[in-house]
């Protein structure tokens, strides 16, 4: 892929409580709990109230932990 491709960089996505859209083109998020890239064709788990991806269900039960703390 070449480096210059608007593909090769990170996503702008607005999350949908079941679909996101794409805002910025780009091949992956980051998570908003352990920074890890997610390639958009393995994501998976989003918040759509705040707007953050996940790597996963492990880093979605910690997000949901650390809200539910704060309310």
Known sequence: MNALDPK????????G????????P???VLCAVSGVKIPLD???YWNAALQEAYAGPK???Q???EIGKQA
């Open 8 to 15: 090769a960089e990170l996503a702008v996505l607005h999350y």
């Open 17 to 24: 409580d079941a679909e996101y859209e794409i805002k910025r």
């Open 26 to 28: 780009g091949r992956y």
């Open 42 to 44: 393995a994501l998976r």
């Open 59 to 61: 880093e979605a039960l």
């Open 63 to 65: 997000r949901w932990r």
